[in-house]
């Protein structure tokens, strides 16, 4: 099965170390709608046919179709051989011929905005949020956000509250999900390194695990929110190699001073 380069809804987004983003268009379209669902197999077309709304029923059939192409081009297989399976929290990864296939990948969408990221080895998170105000940034801040963030939030206002909100909630989920443990764990109990309140890229350490790096980078443009955050195998984390990602980082500190 295959889509022609013009008419696909998928194209390359950015390529950040061993990691390959993908942006997926999920404005409304028949015709794109139409072949999405060739892609996909019974169980999921039963499942798309359950979304009682168009919005979600359009994003999950691009995003699922889109994560299907990809896949089956990057494990050298036919879609028919592709399947998914779920950790115990949930997180999918996928098998081909019922094993477990090596890639890592992960999936975001949020309005007409879809990402999906894809690695060779080592856990992976992305999250897209479009930037919509809302009523409730004040209660949701004191919820998700630890007193440094909090912080942060209060000494900006306007456009660029917002943009520090998503910023930091986007940063937060792709860690979250890269971890694959759901909202089990209190996301008011670690905090977004400061470098990452301005800057591009950073390394972070769960408090509750601090063995295990992770390569966080902040990939939003003027349309969205994004980040993805991508666990360092043990061949990366050599002196040379955490020198050159500290390197990288454009530390922004007291944005307040």
């Not at 950790?87 to 990948?105: N, R, T």
């Not at 905090?191 to 408090?207: D, W």
């Not at 994004?226 to 666990?231: D, L, M, N, R, T």
Request: glycine share 8%; proline share 5%; hydrophobic share 40%.
């Amino acid at each position: 099965m295959s889509v022609s380069a013009a008419r696909r809804w998928w194209s390359s987004f950015r390529k950040t170390g061993p990691v390959t983003v993908m942006y997926v268009d999920l404005t409304p379209n028949a015709s794109r709608e139409a072949s999405s669902l060739l892609w996909l197999n019974e169980e999921e077309q039963m499942r798309c046919r359950q979304y009682p709304l168009p919005g979600p029923r359009r994003r999950f059939a691009l995003c699922r179709a889109a994560l299907r192409a990809i896949l089956c081009r990057q494990l050298g297989c036919d879609n028919e051989r592709l399947s998914f399976g779920s950790s115990d929290h949930g997180k999918p990864f996928a098998l081909v011929d019922e094993e477990p296939a090596a890639i890592s990948f992960n999936l975001s969408h949020s309005g007409k905005h879809g990402l999906i990221a894809f690695v060779p080895h080592g856990r992976l998170g992305v999250d897209v949020e479009e930037r919509v105000p809302r009523r409730d940034f004040d209660e949701l801040s004191e919820a998700v956000f630890g007193p440094h963030e909090q912080s942060a939030l209060a000494c900006v206002h306007g456009r660029d509250r917002v943009q520090l909100f998503f910023r930091l909630w986007t940063i937060k989920e792709a860690l979250i999900k890269a971890l694959g443990l759901g909202f089990t764990l209190d996301v008011s109990q670690f905090e977004v390194p400061q470098a990452l309140h301005r800057g591009k890229m950073s390394m972070f350490r769960f408090p509750q695990l601090p063995e295990i790096h992770w390569r966080v980078e902040y990939i939003g443009n003027e349309d969205f929110s994004a980040a993805i955050a991508h666990e360092l195998v043990p061949s990366q984390l050599g002196e040379r190699s955490l020198q050159r990602l500290s390197g990288d980082v454009s530390e922004k500190r007291g944005i307040c001073q």
